[in-house]
């Protein structure tokens, strides 16, 4: 398989650009905002040992695994963006899961071409290749200034000492305890005699801690090869799931040239594919630049918004999937043309039924984002996943990795629903190799006085998330305001407005209605989004955890 990855032969394609303004004065100090206090201190300790904003990326990654063993992990995958600020150099390191070599595109369907829907969710067959451990290697050689097992350290130690159950921890778990007693190693970690362990309760995680040692002794070969891959491939294959030696061996990270837009003045630096992220966010951005949204009423900015949601969404179906499978026309999505083409359907007093456009088709906190702007200005915006609460539930046994459930987020049957309510496309179907279409969207936004980086998880969510918080970036709102600002989303199919509890006025509501909106509370809120910022003109940080989680936000004094 061509999937080279690393310098040299992707040099060539990674884009520098240098930004007028980014050679100002260094940041006064870094800022780091994580999913979890625990991650967010091991990331400062990294960047007051000498690391820099890559290293503590690797930290954080790393100690997310362990702490948050439900959102992310060495199971699973994510994308990183990368900002250099030596020389400008931007990259977007795809760690996304891969399909395993005998993956076929019907592997979930039954005899009648129905399909088996627990299968793409639980076990071993619901596993993509995980990318995050590559990533983790990769990140480290190539960007980072401490070694592989410095910046593992706080993992390792935090595998080792245990970590406290949380009230969080528990809802997950209970979420997924079925599939985790399916498993017994996952059980016997995550689970207290086949039951949620108690809030305060201590969960040691040994076998994680020796995979995480074998990783910062051996890199690469510490887990996609030797005793680890053997264990991850012997595990899945008694539990009827496909993996290969080979599959693991073949896995490589790919540097992706990220997506870029500017709105209003905001230069926006966001995911490539196999991310649906950049392009759906630059096509929404794209499309509301026709129209004098910051100064019009609420409703009318809602409605704007929603509507170009509805024509991203619809294009995500139509042309995004893996770019090493597919060809996804990205300079014409990416045009101001075809934001205009998209808003000639686009009524500005009436919502456009989903059916009505031409072809109709269409991803908690579970997953995690982590943001980190370093006081030489080195930034690293990072989404990671395992997908479900705890992935798929299954822990090969002496592993201490859980797996993730990604190949849920192919289209399992071109035009059902997946987990989010997304109906995927052809684009989007199951090939040996092949990387799941994703929304996870890490996203830098960038004036001469202004660089913010933000991300969130959420699933289908993820990209109006960050649409919401650049619309805030470009009132001129405060980092604190977009983490906790009322979330409303629409994704093309189904055909409604979704909203948080109280995001949508009674009046506001009404109104919508009568454009011919469908709207519908939703009984939670979602998202976990986490923003650092440099006030370049200011000379000042910022840095943000969502109110709906539980994760730090911190500014360090250089
Ligand atoms: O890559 C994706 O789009 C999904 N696997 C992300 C899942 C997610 O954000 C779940 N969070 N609630």
Redesign the pocket.
């Known amino acids: 398989m061509m999937r080279a990855c690393c310098k040299g032969v992707l040099a060539a394609l990674l884009l520098v650009v240098t930004f007028p303004g980014s050679a100002a004065a260094d940041p006064p100090g870094a800022a780091v905002a994580t999913a979890h206090p625990l991650a967010t201190e091991a990331a400062l300790e990294t960047l007051d040992n000498g690391g820099n904003a890559f290293d503590a990326a690797v930290t954080a990654t790393a100690t997310l695994a362990v702490v948050e063993p439900y ?1 992310s992990g060495l199971g699973g ?1 994510g994308f990183w963006l990368l900002h250099r600020q030596a020389d400008g150099h931007q990259v977007m390191v795809d760690g ?1 899961e891969e399909a395993p070599g005998a993956a076929t595109r019907t592997m979930y369907q039954n005899d009648d071409g129905e399909l088996r829907e627990r299968d793409s969710l639980d076990g071993p067959r619901a596993a993509g290749i995980p990318g995050t451990p590559a990533a983790l290697v990769h990140i480290t050689r190539e960007y980072g200034n401490r070694s592989l097992a410095e910046n593992l350290a706080p993992a390792i130690r935090h595998a080792r000492e245990g970590i406290p159950v949380t009230e969080h921890y528990q809802r997950m778990a209970y979420f997924r305890r079925d599939a985790l007693r399916e498993s017994p190693a996952a059980a016997a970690v995550f689970l207290d005699d086949g039951d949620v362990p108690e809030v305060g309760d201590t969960l040691v995680q040994t076998d994680l801690a020796l995979t995480l040692e074998r990783l910062a002794d051996d890199g690469l070969a510490g887990f996609y090869d030797g005793a680890v891959a053997e264990r991850l491939v012997a595990g899945t294959r008694e539990a009827g799931g496909i993996w290969t030696r080979e599959d693991l061996q073949d896995y490589a990270v790919v540097e992706r040239e990220p997506v870029r837009g500017d709105y209003r003045g905001v230069r926006v630096t966001s995911a490539a594919p196999p ?3 950049g392009i759906g966010l630059v096509t929404m951005l794209n499309t509301l630049a026709g129209y004098d949204v910051h100064d019009a009423t609420e409703v009318q900015r809602i409605h704007l918004q929603v509507e170009a949601m509805r024509r991203a969404y619809r294009d995500r179906r139509l042309y995004l999937g893996d770019p090493d499978f597919v060809d996804i026309p990205r300079e014409r999505l990416l045009s101001r043309e075809h934001a205009r083409n998209l808003a000639q359907s686009l009524d500005p007093e009436r919502a456009t039924p989903s059916e009505a456009l031409e072809d109709a088709q269409g ?5 995690t984002h982590f943001s980190i702007i370093d006081a030489d200005g080195n930034r690293v915006g990072a ?1 990671l ?5 705890f992935g798929s539930g299954f822990m090969p046994p002496g592993s201490g990795v859980v797996l ?1 459930n ?1 190949m ?2 192919f289209a399992t049957r071109p035009g059902e629903p997946n987990a ?1 309510g997304l109906v995927g496309g052809e684009a989007n179907a199951i090939e040996p190799g092949k990387r ?5 969207t890490p996203t830098f936004l960038e004036t001469d006085d202004r660089v913010a980086v933000i991300g ?7 990209i109006t998330q960050v649409l919401l918080a650049t619309m805030s970036f470009v009132d001129g709102l405060e980092p604190e305001f977009w983490v906790s600002r009322p979330r409303y989303h629409h994704q093309y199919l189904p055909d409604r407005i979704q909203h948080e509890p109280g995001a949508i006025s009674v009046d506001t509501r009404r109104a919508l209605v009568e454009m011919g909106h469908t709207v519908r509370p939703m009984l939670r809120r ?3 989004m986490q923003v650092v910022m440099w006030h370049r003109g200011e000379s000042r940080m910022a840095a943000e955890s969502d109110p709906r989680g539980g994760g730090k936000a911190v500014v360090a004094d250089d």
Not at 363 to 367: A, K, L
Not at 436 to 440: D, G, N, Q, V, Y
């Open positions: 959102g995958g996304r991310s649906a992220g991803g908690g906190r579970n997953t989404t996943s395992i997908n479900y609460p993730n990604e849920d987020d989010y799941p279409l994703s929304s996870m969130s998880p959420g699933g289908s969510r993820i979602y998202g976990d």
